[in-house]
């Protein structure tokens, strides 16, 4: 019992050495820093610019009664040439490209006397098209569909050098919340002496999605042409623009 009282008293003596031995200055700042005073600010910097960058997906999709076999053969002629002439739309020098996705092939059934009997056979092909040539997309999409496309399912607009323009966003708001933070400490009769902590974020509010858009614009303008009109109306696309935020939140130490 002794010795733990002893060497109970020994670890009591060692921490209180250790603490006394801390440079007078170092204990003094980090007092200071508990006590100091400091200001927090906020500013949102925007802009809108536009869009230099558009991707679409173009569906084909094709079915038979019969056979699988002649669905996916239907389905492969249609793309084979809705892939063939988007090939000569873009340029590959400028990060343009195309590829198909989501493909499937499935057999559809429905019920019929309270049984579920085959009615067809489905087929689904998606291509997408990753092009900066933005004043094309309107004739790509009426061409595909003048080849046998029938689903547009979706057209999405955006900005392929986002970082750099949100670097200069994030510049110009740290700057604002700096002058901000000075004409508060002035006010109070202080002055800003250094940084506290810094938040920052870059965000993109991207309205320009075009809803899914089926081939019900070909039925139309094949009505027109049955009509007797010699030509149909091109598709209407507006890029419209893009609005970019970049937001900081800072506190700063005051004196």
Do not use: W
């Amino acid at each position: 019992m002794k010795k733990l009282i002893s060497a109970t008293l020994l670890s009591a003596v060692m921490l209180s050495t250790s603490i006394c031995t801390l440079p007078a200055g170092a204990v003094n700042e980090i007092a200071s820093n508990k006590d100091r005073g400091y200001v927090s600010v906020s500013y949102t910097a925007e802009k809108e610019v536009a869009p230099d960058t558009v991707e679409v997906s173009i569906a084909v999709k094709t079915n038979d009664k019969k056979t699988m076999q002649e669905a996916v053969r239907k389905n492969k002629e249609i793309t084979d040439k809705v892939y063939a002439y988007l090939k000569e739309q873009i340029t590959v020098e400028n990060g343009d490209y195309i590829k198909t996705s989501n493909f499937s092939a499935s057999p559809s059934y429905i019920y019929s006397n309270n049984k579920r009997v085959l009615d067809k056979y489905e087929v689904s092909n998606n291509i997408i098209v990753h092009t900066k040539s933005i004043d094309k997309i309107a004739m790509i999409i009426d061409k595909s569909l003048s080849l046998g496309a029938t689903n547009v399912d979706s057209l999405n607009f955006s900005l392929s050098e986002k970082d750099t323009q949100c670097a200069e966003l994030l510049s110009n708001a740290t700057k604002q919340v700096k002058k901000r933070a000075d004409i508060v400490a002035s006010a109070a009769g202080s002055s800003v002496i250094g940084i506290k902590n810094i938040d920052t974020s870059c965000s993109i509010n991207n309205s320009n999605r075009f809803p899914v858009y089926r081939n019900s614009l070909m039925m139309a303008k094949a009505e027109s042409m049955d009509a007797g009109s010699t030509e149909s109306t091109p598709t209407n696309i507006e890029a419209g623009t893009i609005k970019i935020y970049s937001n900081v939140n800072a506190s700063f130490y005051l004196k």
